[in-house]
């Protein structure tokens, strides 16, 4: 009951039969005095398309930022406007409405936006003139009014920010998967469902690879203090609630969660000197770029020589703009080598229970070695801990360290 937010993701409205039973189901579950917005990302694997067709222009086509989004920007609009002409046909009255129509304002950081302001009164206006109010995911203005994108995934963030703006009554995130579980489902067929997660938990797994939400949405949710309910598009059945603190029985845990990111690539910059202002200078100049840096390990190359190998993690869509910045701040240097590795992935656990547990790491290093893999670099936040292990191995890395946290047996 009341204004509710409903988002769509690809694999709800991947075919023209998907839509429609969207449509449906909506309108089957619909209150007369609900008010209904929903947020719609691209058609299945539209925006992955769009992007190739983009490479067969040029190999590099996120060189060309603000074309990106005008390219990518057009997946959701597809939808959208095919979502409302199956409201129409079913008799529904409903509007579609770009991110910019719905006033999601952002800043010019192209396939990367942050929405700086929103001012959704087009919405209130067509809500108040009995529309099912449909807003193009993923997607805002910036000054200029050109199209910005928010990432990938970035449609939860535009769901999410939304309710807020509107001051929902609920955010629902209707996915293809029935919550959000104990590792990616894909991945690990014994990973538990959860009845609900806290913000910081959630946003802790998503940063660390756990692809159900995005990020910001959860940082947007928790901003706005709005619960959000993730849930499947395919049954009624209810889902994960993302929320501030637990409510229920679920808080006998140590660990929350395992997530993995598979999407990720190692630089080091071999020997440069060992002297203040050197971290300074290579990470300042990545984040100009916008780039996001992750794991960061220091080590001493030559004690003699008084030079030290620096190396740090980055998401591998950053590649492509983060090697000349590296080279060219490496030549400053005068450091030895710049190598790259793209073979690696990331597992990681989550939980605020390892907060003072001192033998949790021991437990996630054990589990590792007992499947025989090999950690490259470790690194830890509060309430987490992240190994960087091979590519090849990272499915196996996943289930030794679930198995280890969430055995089996205790299942039931
Ligand atoms: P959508 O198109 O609806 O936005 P996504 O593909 O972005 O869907 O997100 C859903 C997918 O997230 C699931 O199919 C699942 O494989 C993946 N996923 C990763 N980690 C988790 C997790 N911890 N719990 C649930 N799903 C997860
Ligand atoms: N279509 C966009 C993507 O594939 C946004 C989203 O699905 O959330 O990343
Ligand atoms: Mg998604």
């Known amino acids: 009951m009341g204004l509710i937010v409903k988002k769509f993701g690809g694999s709800s409205v991947g075919t023209t039969e998907k839509i429609l039973n969207v449509a449906k189901r909506i309108l089957a579950e619909k209150q007369p005095e609900d008010q209904i917005v929903m947020v719609v990302s691209a058609m299945g694997d ?83 003139a009995g529309n099912i109010v449909i807003v193009a995911g993923f997607q805002g203005a910036d000054e200029f009014g050109d199209p910005v994108t928010l990432g990938r995934g970035g449609s939860d963030t535009s769901a999410v920010a939304l309710a807020g703006a509107l001051k929902a009554d609920s955010c629902e995130i209707y996915t293809d998967v029935d919550g959000i579980y104990s590792a990616d489902p894909r991945v690990e067929p014994d990973a538990r469902r959860m009845k609900e997660i806290t913000y910081d938990e959630m946003l802790e797994m998503a940063r660390l690879g756990a692809g159900v939400m995005q990020p910001r949405s959860v940082e947007m949710g928790k901003h706005f203090n709005i619960p959000i309910h993730v849930r499947s598009t395919f049954t009624t059945k209810p889902g994960t609630f993302i929320r501030e603190a637990y409510t229920m029985e679920e808080k006998d845990f140590v660990i929350r969660g395992v997530a993995h990111d598979e999407k990720v690539v190692k630089i080091a910059i071999l020997g440069i000197p060992n002297n203040p202002g050197i971290a300074h200078q290579i990470f300042s100049t990545l984040a100009s770029a916008h780039i996001v840096v992750d794991m960061i390990v220091q080590s001493i190359r030559n004690i003699e020589k008084n030079i030290t190998d620096m190396v740090f993690t980055i998401a591998a869509d950053d590649l492509v703009k983060a090697r000349p910045i590296v080279d060219q701040v490496a030549n400053n240097l005068n450091a030895i ?24 790491a021991a437990r996630m290093f054990g589990a590792l070695a007992s499947a025989d893999i090999n950690i490259d670099v470790i690194s830890t936040s509060e309430i987490s801990i992240s190994c960087l292990v091979k590519s090849s191995s990272i499915k196996q890395a996943v289930n030794a360290i679930h198995r280890e946290f969430f055995p089996v047996k205790e299942q039931k």
């Open 337 to 360: 080598a710049v190598l790259v590795e793209d073979n690696v992935a990331k597992v990681s656990i989550v939980g605020v229970g390892m907060l003072g547990n001192p033998g949790i």
């Open 46 to 128: 539209t925006t992955d398309d769009l992007i190739s067709l983009a490479k067969q222009i040029d190999e590099e086509p996120y060189r060309y930022e603000r074309e990106m989004d005008m390219l990518l920007t057009t997946g959701e609009q597809v939808s959208i406007a095919l979502l409302t002409m199956a409201f129409r046909s079913l008799g529904q009255k409903a509007i579609s409405l770009t991110g910019a129509q719905a006033g999601m304002h952002t800043n010019s950081v192209h396939t990367k936006g942050k929405i700086v302001d929103i001012q959704p009164k087009r919405v209130v206006d067509e809500l108040k």
